[in-house]
């Protein structure tokens, strides 16, 4: 991701985020904070330059949700709503060969097959915009804003010895994420969802909501001396959050 590209997105953030302020100068105020939790299935990829043909991985991921509505304006209840989670997230590699056959690794005489999982904790801060009912009801929400990613382990999975994959027979040839690890350890970008809620008083809030994370950061170095030019995460979330009001 170049410098300018980058710009653009903390840009267009930003532009999301000034309607939410002035809706605060202006609209019918409120303070009301709930806290909850939530879990979820995570697909996900790395985009490579070269390129690596991938499958989509998956994994789960949950944690601790926040948030704070600060005010109504008009029919649009606007928010900050913030997340704690841990996320099993990674890429799978698609090993075929120029007939879009499995590869077979002449020592094992399996197909070849490749994952990494990565663990990580991320925290997204989202701006949320919701229409609907505001006390009890049915609400449908838009939400977007920064998510940072902290690395915490990661492991890897193949079924052929990695110092001796089949090459001849693969129609794509890039090899040297299989063993090189994570380099950049704190990841970044941008996370934008739609979803729906329903609200009782007495219950709480139910949110389902699916959710896309474009990485601005890569997981390795990618100045001109290194091998990868690119390597960023996309996230496709599905998510199931549960809050309950503290304050009113």
């Known amino acids: 991701m170049n410098r300018t590209t980058r710009i653009l997105a903390v840009a267009l953030f930003m532009t999301l985020l000034i309607p939410v302020g002035t809706m605060a100068q202006v609209g019918e105020h409120r303070s009301v904070f709930s806290i909850g939790a939530g879990g979820g299935y995570v697909m996900s990829n790395v985009g490579f330059t070269p390129k690596v043909n991938q499958k989509m991985y998956g994994g789960m ?8 509505v600060c005010e109504k ?15 099993k997230i990674g890429w799978k590699e ?27 904790i991320q925290i997204p801060v989202f701006a949320h915009l919701a229409w609907g009912k ?28 990695l110092s001796a994959p089949n ?3 693969r129609a794509n040839r890039t090899v040297a994420q299989e063993t ?14 739609l979803g729906m809620e329903y609200s009782h008083p007495k219950a709480g809030h139910l949110q389902l909501e699916g959710r896309y994370y ?18 960023n995460f996309g996230n496709i979330v599905v998510k199931l959050t549960y809050l309950f009001d503290l304050t009113k």
């Open 167 to 169: 090459l001849q027979d």
């Open 94 to 120: 698609d090993i075929l060969d120029l007939n879009d056959s499995p590869v077979i690794n002449p020592q094992t005489g399996a197909a070849e097959e490749y994952s990494r999982t990565i663990n990580y």
């Open 73 to 87: 304006y008009f029919n649009t209840i606007c928010s900050v709503q913030a997340e704690v989670n841990y996320a």
């Open 134 to 161: 505001e006390k009890k009801g049915m609400q449908f929400f838009f939400q977007a804003g920064p998510q940072v990613g902290i690395w915490l382990s990661e492991s890897t999975e193949a079924s052929y010895d």
């Open 214 to 231: 474009y990485g601005l950061g890569n997981i390795y170095g990618d100045s001109k001396k290194d091998y990868f030019g690119k390597s």
């Open 61 to 68: 991921m949950g944690g601790l949700a926040f948030r704070y």
């Open 180 to 193: 090189m690890p994570v380099e950049n350890k704190f990841d970044y970008g941008i996370a934008a969802g």
